[in-house]
């Protein structure tokens, strides 16, 4: 069975980051970050015109 | 006048105090007692600053014997959510970490101002860990427990502030609402809490959590002590960036203004789905009493509060990044991997997200130009027992935790001001949010006053405290 793409991504991000992943908490960061993910993409299929800001408007 | 302190509210208190009919030493030690007496039950309170209490109250009494008026909270206990840095104490934010912190050497903006108007800070109330929590559950320090049925959840994250107003400890208490902090353990606990517009209140001197969203407020058992905490603590503070530069907007005043000209609907949509038969009916009750009809529709509720999630999980993780590689297994489990995830949700996610935001502000503002208020839950139901994971919403099985705060959450998102009015069902109370446009903290409290004054909106009296 091919490795989930999840798994993999999770062992770069992870190492990018020096975020220490012990084995027994990857089932659950994995499913957070599946429903953080879920729920992204909920924003991102949302159609928002080019010149839209964000939120935060930074002000000099 | 009942001589009883347990019994008196904020406002009674200090006239009483500064009508010789009672001392605030003998108010700040009957607070002090009731502590010693419950908290074991309660598991509410983390810190008590006794000492400091006491010499604050004989402080007023002095100030009163000088013909002084210390203010209108004079010698009025109260307690906050232990992420405000009290002076001396290590702002434990709900964590183990935080404690190797060094004491605080100054306390949090709304502290002293409390105290500037004469209140009395009587110790630091139990948390979620770094406010990352809904439940009011912590690995460390233990569950605060509800007042009205101890074995079920306070709600949180301000869970302890729930407990201590909610239980009579304290008749005010400051609590922190990122995503529904105050307004979960409000509707939980069966009291007032005031989310305020976002930037309304200093967060000076807190500890954050996710810096767009974090607001702090006050709760209470009636809304006229609500509205004398948060008159109190209004104002401007170069010390928090995102504070307003308004001029203070004092409310007391016209709490008891007729509500009659107020546009008032109920939210539709995704505010009426997830609930269980409790939270619809508390809806009902207000809808009737005030005479709502209409329903509005929040477009894109649910979008909303994705992006809020999403928002939360990154600034939290970013917040929190340098502890997660330093100190992992000294978080509670549940919040550090939460967090790890945070840390690799990708960041034009993130940005899309605040892009989001602005155009479901825009949206939500337009709402506001035919309406005053808008009514929806505060939790989708009573407090569920302590330590329960899942609870079945319309035939599907979801996790407790997650999802207590859907009604709240696309309400913080962009910053609207809320008041939780407890509605005193049996045998639980449950929260509705009266909800106005920003800066209408004054609308919001009226309504709220009004639907107290009707007797629809009460604070039960627990039964054990």
Known sequence: ?60 | MNANPDELSASEIARSIVGHRMTALSVTEAALARIAKHDSILNSFTDLTADRARARAKAIDAAIAAGQNPGPLAGVPFAVKNLFDVQGLSTRAGSRINRDLKPSSRDATLIERMEAAGAVLVGALNMGEYAYDFTGENVHDGPSRNPHDVTRMTGGSSGGSGAAVGGRLVPLALGSDTNGSIRVPSSFCGIFGLKPTYGRLSRARSFPFVASFDHLGPFARNVGDLALAYDAMQGPDADDAACCTRAVDPVSGLLAQDIGGLRVAIAGGYFQKNVFPEAVEAVARVAKALGATKTVEIPEAARARAAAYVISTIEGASLHLDRLRRRPNDFDPAVRDRLLAGAMVPAPLVDRAQKFRRWYRAQVLEIFKSVDVIIAPATPCVAPKLGQVTFMLDGVELPVRANIGIHTQPISFIGLPVVAVPIPLQPMPIGVQIIAAPWREDIALRVAHALERMGVAAAPRPKEF
């Open chain 1, 1 to 60: 069975m091919a490795a989930d793409p999840l798994d993999s991504y999770i062992d770069v991000v992870g190492k990018a980051l020096a975020l220490p992943i012990e084995d027994a908490w990857r089932p659950a960061v994995k499913a957070n970050l599946e429903v953080s993910l879920r729920l992204a993409r909920l924003v991102d299929e949302f159609p928002l015109p080019d010149e839209t800001e964000p939120a935060s408007v930074f002000a000099a």
